[in-house]
C-alpha cells in the first residue's frame, strides 16, 4: 500500500508564488500600478512621435514622383527609379566611402579614447582635480562644430597663432587646416576635442555602478592596479561598451554634416564630400528633388538598422544583452 502512495509535489517557494502571482496580473492590474513610470515616458514618446515616427511615414516619396507644388495624392508612384538613379550617381560612391573611411576612424580611435578618458577620471582620487578635469574635457562637447572649426583655424590656420609663433622663429606658415593629406588627422583631433568628453561621461555613469568591495578585495588578495582593471573594471562596464558600440555601427552612415561642409572649401569636396553633405548638394539645393534625397536617406536607414541588428545578434552570442535583451 504505501509502494503505490506517490510523493506530493514540494510546495513552491516564496520567490516561485511571486512569479505565479506576477504572471496573473493582467493589463489593467499592470496599468494601475505602473501609471506613475508610464506617465513619465509620455514627453519622450510625444518627441518621438512627432519628430520621428510622423516624419519616417513621408519616406514614401522615395517611391514616387514627388513634387511639393501638386497634391500629394496626384504624385505617381516610380518605384526603386530614384534609388536606381542614386547608385548610378558618379558622386554616390566616393561619398559613400569617404563616410565609411570618416566612421571607421571614429570608431577605431575615438571610441576607446573615451574609455580611456574615463578610466583616468576614476582613478584620479582628488575630488578637486577630477572635477577641474571633467569640465575641462567634458565642456567643448556643448561647442558648435562653428565653433570648433573657427577655433581650429586660429590656432592651426595658414594665419592662425602657431603659424605666426613659427613665423617669428625663421619657419614657414602651416597648412594643415587646408591641406587634403592631414584631413583625416584634422578631423580625428576634432572628434577627439568635442566628443570625446562625452562617451566620457557615460563610461563613469557605468564605472559608479562597480561595487568598490570588489576592488578592495582584489587589493586584499594581492592584484596589483592592472589586474584590478582588467578584471573589475573591464569587465564591470563591458555591457555599457557593447550597448554604444552597436549604437555607433548603426549610425556608421550618418558622421554630420556640419563639420565637413564648413571645410569643403578650404580642404576641397572630394575630401570632406559624404553622405550627409551629398544629399544637401544633390537634392536640398540640387536639382534632383526631394524624392532623391529621402530615397538616399532611406538607403543609410535600411543598411543601419541591418547593421544594428547583426551587431547585436553578434552580442547575443558572445553572451550580452545589446541594446534589447534576447526572449
Same mark, same amino acid.
Given at each position: 500500500?504505501?509502494? /503505490?502512495?506517490? +510523493?506530493?509535489?514540494?510546495?513552491?517557494?516564496?520567490?516561485?508564488?511571486?512569479?505565479?502571482?506576477? @504572471?496573473?496580473?493582467?493589463?489593467?492590474?499592470?496599468?494601475? &500600478?505602473?501609471?506613475?513610470?508610464?506617465?513619465?515616458?509620455?514627453?519622450?514618446?510625444?518627441?518621438?512621435?512627432?519628430?520621428?515616427? *510622423?516624419?519616417?511615414? *513621408?519616406?514614401?516619396?522615395?517611391?514616387?514622383?514627388?513634387?511639393?507644388?501638386?497634391?500629394?495624392?496626384?504624385?505617381?508612384?516610380?518605384?526603386?527609379?530614384?534609388?536606381?538613379?542614386?547608385?548610378?550617381?558618379?558622386?554616390?560612391?566616393?561619398?559613400?566611402?569617404?563616410?565609411?573611411?570618416? $566612421?571607421?576612424?571614429?570608431? /577605431?580611435?575615438?571610441?576607446?579614447?573615451?574609455?580611456?578618458?574615463?578610466?583616468?577620471?576614476?582613478?584620479?582620487?582628488?575630488?578637486?582635480? @577630477?572635477?577641474?578635469?571633467?569640465?575641462?574635457?567634458?565642456?567643448?562637447?556643448?561647442? &558648435?562644430?562653428?565653433?570648433?572649426? =573657427?577655433?581650429?583655424?586660429? =590656432?592651426?590656420? +595658414?594665419?592662425?597663432?602657431?603659424?605666426? *609663433? %613659427? !613665423?617669428?622663429?625663421?619657419?614657414?606658415? !602651416?597648412?594643415? =587646416? &587646408?591641406?587634403?593629406?592631414?584631413?583625416?588627422?584634422?578631423?580625428?583631433?576634432?572628434?577627439?576635442?568635442?566628443?570625446?568628453? *562625452?562617451?566620457?561621461?557615460?563610461?563613469?555613469?557605468? !564605472?559608479? +555602478?562597480?561595487?568598490? &568591495?570588489?576592488?578592495?578585495?582584489?587589493?586584499?588578495?594581492? #592584484?596589483?592596479?592592472?589586474?584590478?582593471?582588467?578584471?573589475?573594471? /573591464?569587465?564591470?562596464?563591458?555591457?555599457?561598451?557593447?550597448?554604444?558600440?552597436?549604437?555607433?555601427?548603426?549610425?556608421? %552612415?550618418?558622421?554630420?554634416?556640419?563639420?565637413?561642409?564648413?571645410?569643403?572649401?578650404?580642404?576641397?569636396?572630394?575630401?570632406?564630400?559624404?553622405?550627409? =553633405?551629398?544629399?544637401?548638394?544633390?537634392?536640398?539645393?540640387?536639382?534632383?528633388?526631394? $524624392?532623391?534625397?529621402? #530615397?538616399?536617406?532611406?538607403?543609410?536607414?535600411?543598411?543601419?538598422?541591418?547593421?544594428? /541588428?547583426?551587431?547585436?545578434?553578434?552580442?547575443?552570442? !558572445?553572451?550580452?544583452?545589446?541594446?534589447?535583451?534576447?526572449?
Amino acid at each position: 500500500m504505501a509502494a /503505490l502512495q506517490t +510523493s506530493a509535489p514540494p510546495a513552491p517557494s516564496g520567490q516561485d508564488r511571486r512569479t505565479i502571482v506576477k @504572471r496573473k496580473r493582467t493589463v489593467a492590474q499592470r496599468f494601475r &500600478s505602473d501609471w506613475p513610470l508610464l506617465l513619465m515616458t509620455l514627453p519622450a514618446m510625444a518627441q518621438l512621435a512627432v519628430f520621428f515616427y *510622423w516624419p519616417s511615414a *513621408w519616406n514614401i516619396i522615395a517611391f514616387m514622383d514627388y513634387s511639393p507644388h501638386r497634391p500629394f495624392w496626384e504624385n505617381p508612384l516610380v518605384g526603386f527609379a530614384w534609388f536606381e538613379r542614386l547608385f548610378d550617381n558618379p558622386y554616390f560612391l566616393p561619398a559613400l566611402l569617404n563616410t565609411l573611411k570618416y $566612421s571607421f576612424a571614429n570608431l /577605431l580611435f575615438l571610441f576607446p579614447l573615451s574609455i580611456v578618458l574615463a578610466l583616468v577620471m576614476h582613478s584620479v582620487v582628488s575630488t578637486k582635480v @577630477r572635477s577641474v578635469f571633467q569640465s575641462v574635457v567634458y565642456l567643448p562637447y556643448f561647442f &558648435s562644430w562653428v565653433l570648433v572649426v =573657427t577655433v581650429f583655424v586660429q =590656432t592651426l590656420g +595658414s594665419d592662425g597663432l602657431v603659424s605666426n *609663433w %613659427l !613665423l617669428g622663429f625663421g619657419g614657414e606658415r !602651416l597648412t594643415f =587646416t &587646408s591641406n587634403p593629406d592631414t584631413f583625416m588627422f584634422l578631423a580625428w583631433l576634432q572628434w577627439a576635442w568635442k566628443d570625446a568628453g *562625452w562617451g566620457m561621461i557615460i563610461f563613469l555613469a557605468a !564605472l559608479a +555602478s562597480i561595487n568598490p &568591495s570588489l576592488y578592495e578585495a582584489a587589493a586584499v588578495d594581492g #592584484a596589483s592596479r592592472w589586474r584590478r582593471m582588467w578584471h573589475i573594471t /573591464l569587465p564591470g562596464i563591458r555591457p555599457v561598451i557593447v550597448l554604444l558600440l552597436i549604437l555607433h555601427i548603426g549610425g556608421i %552612415l550618418s558622421v554630420g554634416f556640419e563639420q565637413y561642409q564648413l571645410q569643403r572649401d578650404a580642404i576641397g569636396y572630394q575630401t570632406t564630400e559624404v553622405l550627409d =553633405t551629398f544629399i544637401y548638394y544633390r537634392s536640398v539645393i540640387g536639382t534632383e528633388g526631394p $524624392s532623391f534625397g529621402t #530615397a538616399a536617406g532611406l538607403f543609410k536607414g535600411v543598411i543601419g538598422l541591418i547593421l544594428v /541588428l547583426i551587431a547585436n545578434n553578434v552580442a547575443h552570442r !558572445l553572451g550580452e544583452q545589446g541594446i534589447y535583451q534576447k526572449s
